[in-house]
């Protein structure tokens, strides 16, 4: 059995800036794997060169054992790679519901997405029943007909979850959930993704941050650090070990964290303890990470755009 995604290689340029270097990576079927690194390291790169957002100058990609390294964005997502958004990024007063529709449309693209979203007054009864599913395999069944911009960011994170699942993803890919959501919130979308994980069985691939949501998430995971894969294994192992201390530690600036620099002590505890305590510094994180973010057009602005 081919696993649902392998990237062999990846090698991504920014003018002079080697984002990503020789990146090797695969997700078996069902599997819940992390890629983990700091700011900077690669990850939102590297997620979008599995998407197709980015070409990667180097390196292949397979899904279920086909070669989709030519394939643009709505094409890899039609053969079964889910992905959600940071940010709720469609009109803000439309429904929850509706933001569901949208997305299963998109993807089987029956006629036009403009004249979809203006008919949507009359979406079929089957697309009803399968959005509702969705909604209430996430818990959000009484927020259906709730707009958009009523909802919390936690809430907004799993309408995108939702989102990606209406297509059916073999593999859901998720960068940085966490991003902007506080403890008990982050525990909560994991908690929910477990759960209809375990229901639909598809492969999830991490991509984050928060060292505590992928400790917990995760079964295996890859550690991102300058663009190169410096550790991967089972994700305890990782956490524990001297590659993980040694990443995140570099990456904690005493200068920015001056409140808590007397947190690196405990060595035992700092390879999960430093970095989570990194993570809710997200909204000021350095610039590294935002181009990426950019780059990335709704994805029903993407379809659309490449159909034409
Ligand atoms: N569009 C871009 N143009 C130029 N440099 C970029 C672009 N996207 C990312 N980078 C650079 O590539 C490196 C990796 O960034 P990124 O993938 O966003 O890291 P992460 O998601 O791990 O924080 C950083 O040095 C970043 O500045
Ligand atoms: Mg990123």
């Known amino acids: 059995m081919s696993p649902v995604i392998a990237a062999t290689g990846i090698t991504k340029r920014f003018s002079g800036i080697v984002a990503?270097?020789?990146?090797?990576?695969?997700?078996?079927?069902?599997?819940?794997?992390?890629?983990?690194?700091?700011?900077?390291?690669?990850?939102?790169?590297?997620f979008n060169c599995l998407l197709?957002?980015?070409?990667a100058d180097e390196g292949t990609v397979e899904l279920d054992g086909?070669?989709?390294?030519?394939?643009?964005?709505?094409?890899?997502?039609?053969?079964?790679i889910g992905r959600t958004f940071q940010r709720i990024e469609l009109f803000p007063d439309t429904t929850v519901r509706e933001h569901l529709l949208i997305a299963e449309r998109t993807k089987r693209r029956t006629g036009r997405l403009w004249k979809d979203l203006v008919g949507l007054g009359r979406p079929r009864p089957d697309e009803i029943a399968q959005c509702d599913e969705v909604l209430?395999?996430?818990?959000?069944?009484?927020?259906?007909?709730?707009?958009?911009?009523r909802l919390s960011l936690g809430q907004g994170r799993?309408?995108?979850?939702?989102?990606?699942?209406?297509?059916d993803p073999k593999l859901l890919l998720l960068d940085e959930p966490s991003s902007g959501l506080d403890r008990s919130e982050t525990a909560a979308l994991a908690?929910?993704?477990?759960?209809?994980?375990?229901?639909?069985?598809?492969?999830?691939?991490?991509v984050e941050h928060d060292v505590e949501l992928v400790a917990s998430f995760t079964?295996?995971?890859?550690?991102?650090?300058?663009?190169?894969?410096?550790?991967?294994g089972p994700t305890a192992t990782l956490m524990a070990s001297a590659e993980m201390r040694h990443a995140y530690l570099g990456d904690l600036d005493p200068a920015t964290?001056?409140?808590?620099?007397?947190?690196?002590?405990?060595?035992?505890?700092?390879?999960?303890?430093?970095?989570?305590?990194?993570?809710?510094?997200?909204?000021a994180e350095p610039p590294a990470a935002d181009p990426p973010e950019a780059l990335e057009p709704p994805a029903a602005a993407t379809d659309e755009e490449s159909s034409s």
């Not at 799993?158 to 297509?167: D, K, N, P, S």
């Not at 993704?193 to 999830?204: K, S, W």
Request: charged content about 25%; some cysteine; overall charge negative.
């Open 20 to 46: 990503l270097d020789g990146v090797d990576l695969s997700v078996e079927e069902g599997e819940r794997v992390g890629l983990i690194g700091p700011n900077g390291a690669g990850k939102t790169t590297f």
């Open 52 to 55: 197709g957002v980015l070409r």
């Open 66 to 80: 086909r070669d989709v390294t030519g394939l643009p964005v709505h094409q890899r997502a039609r053969l079964g």
């Open 136 to 149: 209430d395999l996430l818990g959000l069944g009484a927020l259906a007909d709730e707009p958009i911009e």
């Open 158 to 167: 799993l309408v995108e979850v939702g989102r990606a699942l209406m297509t």
């Open 191 to 206: 908690e929910t993704l477990g759960e209809v994980q375990a229901e639909r069985g598809f492969a999830i691939l991490l």
């Open 219 to 232: 079964t295996r995971c890859y550690l991102l650090d300058f663009g190169r894969l410096i550790a991967e």
């Open 257 to 283: 964290d001056a409140g808590e620099s007397d947190g690196a002590g405990g060595d035992a505890g700092a390879g999960t303890g430093a970095p989570a305590d990194a993570a809710p510094s997200d909204t």
